[in-house]
């Protein structure tokens, strides 16, 4: 080594990276929204140049895409909007007490797709026994049962093995899809589709189809903001997310909240199943809950456990899914343009986490040289 | 005249909203032991990190050997033959002393026989104690820190710096550590040592610079200054360094601990049939080389810790009974009437929550009252304010997240919170380890304020002249065995030395 001298280094390097942490909220807030408001444009820019229209033509599209013509008294396109919203939130309300708990990755997608099933099943097996409203109370009861078994699974396995969740959930993601795809494969005969079914859905409200599902994830943003803020179990969760050791230092019992919180995340799991059979599809296939479930774990990760901005978040992603879909539509573009698209969003979002927690210094003026 | 081995300039080093170092100059001879000296935060390690390459300053240049360097790596700091000893070792602990002391050097060949050999001349040369072959996992913290600077003396350094290098040792291994920097700096070496130990400052450096809340306050030669002038750079004010000791009163068993057996997840014994009283209106010094079992002990006694055998005892003096708690959760400890308060070692990662603000982290002993399924802050609000305004912490607020407070006030809050409790036993583990001056003795005080209350503390302790200092009875653990039990106020550190070093069957009586 002493030989081999290392060459010197004569100049300073160009730039270095320091960390910060003297934003105040909105300084961090206008970073965020600045790069959403960057995301969109670029979303339109790349949707010009595939699609060739102009900026104003695209901006059009997908303005009307989401909302309609609101000029001319049409709803319709809104209630979709506020419905596809509804189901994406509940899903990242469901997973946030889990994520809050520092569970990154708790199932979402398959306790989704067990409620579902839960719900088609009552509405096929048991639509013309039941009454009603009966019928409706056993649909809720069986699809949240179906949710929280699905999470107790892995969370039991977890407090008592220490087994790693992120792996066991995503198995028990296989398991519900294979498990859908063989009633399907049942029920469905040859076509392997289950036809809309009429008994057990959720009623109309004035013309209005998804108005229960609305109402009931607004219910549960509101429910879940105080569980999470002003609960005993809601501070547990977080003790034991931020420190095990501390929770336990305290007198927590850290397989007991474990367990619980997981079985409640998968019960809400579980309703958001139900929204999407009982609400929206009547209906049930592999694909019902679609990848939601992971772009949930993005929301609830960019609302920072708080459910009114994960609401605000949702929209923004909604958003974008039915806007550039239109426009990719009217291209004759397939769906996967408006995933690429918000996945761009997304990943930029993630970035600019960067420039909230570091600043970058550049190469200083060479005071020094002679 | 000497040969100027570091000299820095003006350099600043900005963290967030925290200056770590502001204008910092400093010069740094051949052949002579600098100390850095400085409270916990005063920026000393920031400032040795620029040198090492581990941080570059944001202002302000570095010259070695009167030439303006750039240094943004430790290989660069390397090349100007600059070998910083961290604190915290880094080492691989399955390999050898030779096979780390190599690792990542560009020899050309890879011959472990002729690097030993080296090894071993670097040994003999400098009086090290090293068998180069020997494992890193079955070494003790002195022999890894003999590993760590024959690595550096390895790469060619003839600039070396020693973060805290005492903080883990003896004093017997304290002074064969002098013992070499000496003879190092005969050799013509620069040695730069960071320390907040005044009396090792004194007793080894040529100079000593003082760094102040990152800001560089002067340098003076140690054959010319005193304790007390150290003292007043390092503060910034006249202080006395005296802890009050009063006489024990209605001294009587509060804790008994009988023969403690624990062994950790892989089947090692970390406690070994320990047994002891601790008693109320007195404050119990447990000292011992870091790591002997302290923290098992006093997690055993809070219902943290499996334990093989044995039994702990607690004296009610409320009703005169007495209750086993062993075996016990600390939730199922205080349901029984035990008040039992404890100030663990890992602040931030066990007493307290970092993410969560003041009033929030004083609710983690509190939040379960009430019926309701609803916390109630409003109680939990009044004790942060009023812990805020007593222990003098400085916060931007209560809602400020605790882990951004600096290491004093953080302590604070968690001391404060367990003694708001009125405890009948305090364990405290290293409750002023980073801290400063004043905070450390604001916390000697509240312990002592505990124990005139008829509180049973039990102090785990590091440096020697605190616990002889504060302490009534002193019990000395080793290896997870109780070594022996001093009378505080006619013990010496060589004593207390002796018995940290104990181990194995020497250490039953």
Redesign the interface.
Known sequence: ??D??????????LF?V?????LAWWQVWLIRGFTIVLGVLLVIFFSMMITGKSFDKTFDIMFRGVFGRLMKGSTTMLWKYLQEIAILLSLALALTPAFKMKFWNCGAEGQALMGGLASIMCMIELGDRLSYPVLICVIAITSILAGAIWGLIPAIFKALFGTNETLFTLMMNYIATQIIAYYVYIKGGGSNVINPVEAGNFPKVGNNDYFVNIVVVAAITLIMYIYLR???????I??VG??Q??A????I?VKKVIIRTMVISGALCGVTGMLLVAGKDHSINVNSVGGQGFTAILISWLGQFNPFIMAIMTAIVVFLRIGVAKVADTALLNSSFSEIMVGLVILMLVGCEFFVRYSI?FK?KKE?KA | MKQCAIELKNITK????VVANKNVNLTAYRGEILSILGENGSGKTTLMNMISGIY?P??G?ICIDGE?????SP??A???KIGMIHQHFKLVEAFSAAENIILG???GKYDLKASTEKIRAISEQYGFDLDPEKKIYTMSVSEKQTVEIVKVLY??ADILILDEPTAVLTPQEIEKLFAILRRMREDGKCIVIITHKLHEVLSLSDRVSVLRKGEYVGTVKTAETSESELTEMMVGKKISLNIDRSEPQNVEPRLVVEALDCCDRSGVKVLDNVSFTANAGEILGIAGIAGSGQRELLEAI???QQLQNGSIFYHNPKTGTVEELRGK???Q??ELGVRLS?V?E?R?????????DIT?NM???S??KGRG???ERKAPKELAKSIIETLEVVTPGATTPVR?LSGGNVQKVLVGREISASPTVLMAAYPVRGLDINSSYLIYNLLNEQKKKGVAVVFVGEDLDVLIELCDRIMVIGSGRITGVVDGRNTTKEEIGLLMTKTGEEGEK
């Open positions: 080594m002493k081999k001298a290392v060459a010197k280094k004569k100049h300073e390097p270095h320091v960390k910060r942490d003297d002003s609960s005993k179990q809601g501070y547990e977080s003790v931020e420190s050791n501390t336990r230092y305290i007198g019992n210094k200083r020094a | 900005v963290f967030g909203k570059f944001d202002e240049q303006e360097a750039v240094i943004t290989k660069d390397f090349a100007y050097l560009d020899e790469r060619g809070a219902g943290l959760t600390p939730l400890i205080r404890f663990p890992d931030l990662g066990m007493g307290l929550v970092g993410n969560m929030d609710m983690l002993r939040y379960r399924v609803f916390v951004r």
